[in-house]
């Protein structure tokens, strides 16, 4: 870009943002809300009654330091019954023919707002997990990541101290769904845009970007993200029930904890 600004963030804080810069920033974030968790977007209803409790007490023994098992390369699922269907939209289309190379992710409702193409998101601290992701319909596999922890994207763009929840939009479906702050910070919690280095995730896999979140069940691994957004609710996010875009018609809950 020949601009030296991106939306707020300069380039010299995307270069010079280093990983133990963000940890600090993204461990202050976290503090300074004293946060635990924020309870399922359905509390008040007979189910979301349920789920919280559920919800609240996964939470009672997880720190933010909880880590899942990560794998040897040996280990690696070779193939696995994760399938999309083909891309329809023509802007869609084109941009996976590209390689998303002119895309750029928006991040809104923060402190700094910004827009990132995957080259500068590849300039910040990257993290590579080998790790299990399970599907609540009884698929499994192990794969690998590479991509930037969410709570270092989030530490660099910085939160209102309002802020409770992390909303995501889709390419697939134009679905949505979102996240509290527990997850978003959780070293695991990363945006991938590679399996390994250099290797980009396929359409198959949730280019351009995929959440990985290994606490949860894999529907909360949100695929090919085309938007991030901080909330202070979720009144106004998706259709406005908090609930992601699948939920209804498969049954599932807001919270996906135990996977």
């Not at 980009?200 to 970007?209: A, D, E, I, Q, Y």
């Not at 290994?214 to 090919?224: E, N, S």
Request: some cysteine; hydrophobic content about 40%; glycine content about 12%.
């Amino acid at each position: 870009m020949a601009d030296d600004t991106i939306r707020g963030l300069s380039r010299r804080q995307l270069v010079a943002g280093g990983g133990v810069a963000l940890a600090a920033g993204a461990g202050a974030l976290l503090a300074a809300r004293g946060l635990s968790f924020q309870l399922p977007p359905n509390i008040g209803s007979l189910t979301g009654l349920a789920e919280g409790l559920t919800h609240a007490g996964s939470r009672l023994f997880l720190t933010h330091k909880t880590l899942v098992p990560e794998y040897p390369v040996s280990a690696i699922t070779k193939v696995d019954n994760w399938k999309n269907d083909a891309p329809a939209d023509p802007e869609l289309i084109r941009h996976i023919g590209s390689k998303f190379r002119d895309w750029r992710l928006p991040v809104d409702g923060v402190l700094k707002p910004a827009t990132l193409s995957l080259a500068e998101l590849a300039q910040l601290p990257r993290k590579t997990q080998i790790i299990a992701r399970h599907c609540i319909n009884g698929y499994s596999s192990i794969s690998p990541y590479t991509g930037v922890p969410l709570r270092d994207l989030l530490a660099l763009v910085g939160l209102g101290p309002n802020i409770r929840y992390i909303g995501f939009e889709s390419w697939y479906d134009n679905g949505w769904d979102s996240i509290d702050l527990f997850d978003a910070f959780h070293p695991q919690t990363i945006l991938a845009y590679d399996e390994f280095p250099g290797t980009p995730v396929s359409w198959t896999r949730g280019m351009p970007l995929r959440l990985t979140m290994p606490l949860h069940y894999g529907y909360k691994w949100i695929k090919g993200i085309k938007r991030i957004v901080a909330l202070e609710n979720l009144d106004t996010f998706g259709d406005g029930t908090g609930f992601g875009s699948s939920y209804a018609s498969k049954g599932r809950t807001w919270s996906a904890a135990g996977a």
